[in-house]
Nanobody, 119 residues
Framework: VQLQASGGGLVQAGDSLRLACAASGRIFSSHVVKWIRQAPGLERELVAAIRWNGGRTYYGDSVKGRFTISKDAAENTVYLQMNTLKPDDTAVYSC?????????????WGQGTLVTVSS
């Protein structure tokens, strides 16, 4: 499976962005699609994840209530709607596929897309 992330950019605090992760190849029902971010000098952080079968979602504490992950099975795409962005959200956002909603244990990785939030 190849993953292509898109949608990053430079925005101001309070703005919104929507990231997309398009997958080529089959996503299996056991898979979890994740958005993981990494800011300079910091550890990777699980932002959000969604189970391909059933659509159960998971969120990191820092984004709960502001970000929404969703999937379009027909398009093999997962979206991350990011609202009320803060400067602390500045990071490279990557999508990945694994079997659990954790920052580790990913089977497939896409390249990252940079999100920069100015104050």
């Amino acid at each position: 499976v190849q993953l292509q992330a898109s949608g990053g950019g430079l925005v101001q605090a309070g703005d919104s962005l929507r990231l997309a992760c398009a997958a080529s190849g089959r996503i299996f029902s056991s898979h979890v699609v994740k958005w993981i971010r990494q800011a300079p000098g910091l550890e990777r952080e699980l932002v959000a994840a969604i189970r391909w079968n059933g659509g159960r979602t998971y969120y990191g504490d820092s984004v709960k209530g502001r970000f929404t992950i969703s999937k379009d099975a027909a398009e093999n795409t997962v979206y991350l709607q990011m609202n009320t962005l803060k400067p602390d959200d500045t990071a490279v956002y990557s999508c990945a596929i694994g079997t659990s909603p954790t920052v580790t244990g990913s089977i497939y990785w896409g390249q990252g897309t940079l999100v920069t939030v100015s104050s």
